[in-house]
């Protein structure tokens, strides 16, 4: 039944103001315009710009689609990190009780970021436990990469970074690595700059505030007062 949702045209009030519309107005114009007075058009974009490549192909439903996707594979991803951990009985419920929580029942058909958010915290977090011996750094470099995506999804993504970097404080601490937590540290910032500075970058040019609705009293910026 949420796949039959997903075909469905969404009429919630954050879809239609900001997660559609504002790739909307991308795919319409074939390039990034201002957009006067919507403060969520001058967010970090990384589903929205895949949602205005969908609506360039179909009006709605593939857009739908794609978070359907994600968060059909953070689903999927959860019981990959949990069954060997824990077996296939506590991976499984874990699964049940994901998937029913009411916020995942409720956006899984519809073109939000939060499914997208939650699929890259546990890649990231999947990552991060398989490099806690500190010695394959493949695995910190892919956590590096996922941050970055995760980063880029929405401003609240600071709350999982904050996390992820107390995990990395801590494996650094009980190993006794405090020049190897600098090193990492900066990478982890480094990597998760690409990511992040584009859409800094993109407000400071439409808006003249890189933070833009945000910090407007240091920045200032356009369409506001204070």
Not at 91 to 108: R, W
Not at 110 to 125: C, K, N, T
Not at 202 to 212: A, E, I, M, R
């Amino acid at each position: 039944s949420v796949f039959i949702i997903a075909l469905a045209p969404s009429i919630t009030h954050d879809a239609m103001v900001y997660h559609l519309n504002v790739p909307r107005l991308y795919a319409d114009s074939h390039k990034i315009v201002p957009i006067p007075y919507n403060l969520f058009s001058n967010t970090v974009l990384n589903m929205e710009m895949l949602y205005a490549l969908a609506l360039s192909i179909d009006e709605f439903v593939l857009a739908n689609l794609i978070h359907f996707a994600v968060g059909a594979a953070a689903i999927l991803a959860l019981y990959a990190f949990a069954r060997p951990l824990f077996g296939r009985t506590i991976a499984g419920l874990s699964v049940l009780i994901l998937f029913f929580n009411p916020l995942v029942l409720n956006e899984i058909s519809i073109a939000y970021v939060d499914l997208g958010m939650m699929f890259y915290f546990l890649l990231m977090m999947f990552c991060l436990w398989n490099w806690r011996d500190g010695k394959n750094n493949r695995w910190f470099l892919l956590f590096c990469i996922f941050s970055g995506v995760f980063a880029g999804m929405k401003y609240t993504a600071l709350h999982g970074l904050v996390t992820a970097g107390m995990i990395l404080a801590a494996v650094s601490f009980l190993q006794k690595d405090f020049k190897g937590f600098i090193r990492k540290s900066a990478l982890l910032g480094g990597v998760t700059a690409l990511f992040v500075l584009p859409y800094l970058a993109k407000n400071f040019v439409l808006t003249g505030n890189p933070l833009y609705p945000l910090m407007y009293d240091l920045f200032g910026g356009k369409w506001l007062t204070p």
